[in-house]
């Protein structure tokens, strides 16, 4: 008898997948920018579910279960992708780069200190200085 349910909830969820994996395929697509890992993240969707299922347990509202596992899945992905780097990764080319730019954002602090210097002067002379 269990077994029986377990197949009728078993084809419910292929049916699910007819009706909702491009649904899915575009919600993950849309936030991985990556139709490869969309792929992957509806099969684990469907896979997850599958796995819900065979617990015992019962999905009362199929779309909504369905993109709860997709978002957690979401989630878990933008998590794994977190790139993790060392100070001895970086090379000699890439503290130059920052080196300068922290000189622009010290020249752009200077320029902003200096317009605002300039707006307390006389128009005129204020429109001489940005004429020369």
């Known amino acids: 008898m269990t077994e029986t349910i377990y197949k009728e909830k078993e084809n419910n969820l292929q049916v699910a997948y007819g009706d909702y994996s491009d649904m899915l395929f575009r919600y993950c697509c849309s936030r991985t920018s990556d139709s490869q890992i969309a792929k992957e993240l509806v099969q684990e969707t ?17 779309k ?10 979401l989630i878990d992905w933008y998590k794994s ?12 080319s890439a503290w130059e ?6 000189r622009v954002l010290e020249e752009s ?24």
Request: a positive charge; charged letters at 25%.
């Open 46 to 62: 469907y896979v997850r579910a599958m796995q819900y299922v065979k617990k015992g347990n019962e999905i009362t509202n199929t």
């Open 64 to 73: 909504p279960f369905l993109f709860k596992i997709a978002k957690n899945l």
């Open 81 to 92: 992708r977190k790139v993790k780097i060392s100070i001895d990764m970086i090379d000699e």
């Open 97 to 102: 780069s920052l080196c300068v730019s922290s």
């Open 109 to 132: 602090s200077e320029v902003r200190r200096a317009l605002h210097a300039l707006d307390s002067f006389h128009p005129t002379y204020r429109n001489a200085l940005f004429l020369r």
